[in-house]
């Protein structure tokens, strides 16, 4: 069975500063995606990134980008800048291709403190 | 288009008792998904309509619990004799295609 483990219960940055947040997983597929959805008090997840694991170039989405090691099976989260609406839980998320797309595998999430 | 929205916002009930939750997905969006988010962890997928028809159910969605989507549209999630078990947040999302899932704010159910 599919894993994802976030180890870092909780993290905290500096505005303006840059922090990273770890995710690993554990699948036997060759073919999968993988994400990572923050969400804020409002409890409404909301999509920061999407990589392909058959591509081996890293996303990026404007101040988020990835670090994805495929054979390592890591896949952490990078925010540069940070800003204090970057507070939040963020999840790392494992989806198997083929399967329906919320049919998501999610950590169990890190907690984003950003101090002014 | 004001996007997932889902109702209640908040339910307390007691033990033994049905509780019924809505979700009305974005309008043009034939997909929809509903979770599971226990306190401390991350939503855990529980089943998934295309259109009116269920196409997927997770273990986790015993007999006790039941979705229907019966126009295609919005869609409820049932759970009966309601457990303590079953407290939790039930968030719901919806999609078109391959696109991204948009979700809603969830229901906090508190079984007492």
Redesign the interface.
């Known amino acids: 069975a599919q894993t994802?483990t976030q180890s870092q219960p909780e993290m905290s940055v500096q505005e303006a500063e840059t922090v990273t947040l770890s995710c690993t997983y554990d699948t036997s597929e060759s073919d999968y995606y993988l994400f990572w959805y923050k969400q804020p008090p409002?409890?409404?997840?909301?999509?920061v990134i999407?990589q392909e694991a058959y591509k081996q170039q890293n996303a990026t989405e404007n101040r988020f980008s990835v670090n994805f090691q495929k054979a390592a099976k890591s896949f952490s989260l990078k925010i540069s800048d940070s800003q204090l609406g970057d507070a939040a839980m963020y999840?790392c998320?494992y989806r198997r291709a083929g399967g329906?797309?919320?049919?998501?595998?999610?950590?169990?999430?890190t907690k984003l403190s950003v101090k002014p | 288009d004001t996007g997932v929205s889902q109702d209640p916002r908040h339910k307390i009930t007691k033990r033994g008792q049905n509780v019924t939750f809505r979700c009305d997905p974005i309008s043009e969006h034939n997909r929809l998904y509903w979770y599971r988010q226990t306190l401390g962890q991350g939503p855990e997928f529980l089943t998934y309509f295309q259109n009116e028809a269920q196409l997927e159910k997770s273990r986790l969605l015993s007999d006790r619990f039941s979705a229907e989507r019966p126009k295609g549209s919005f869609s409820t999630l049932e759970i009966q004799r309601t457990e303590q078990g079953d407290s939790a947040m039930y968030l719901c999302a919806s999609n078109k295609g391959s696109e991204k899932l948009f979700f809603g704010s969830g229901t906090q159910l508190s079984v007492l």
């Open positions: 994802v409002s409890r409404q997840m909301i999509l999407r999840f998320a329906s797309q919320g049919n998501l595998i999610f950590g169990k999430g």
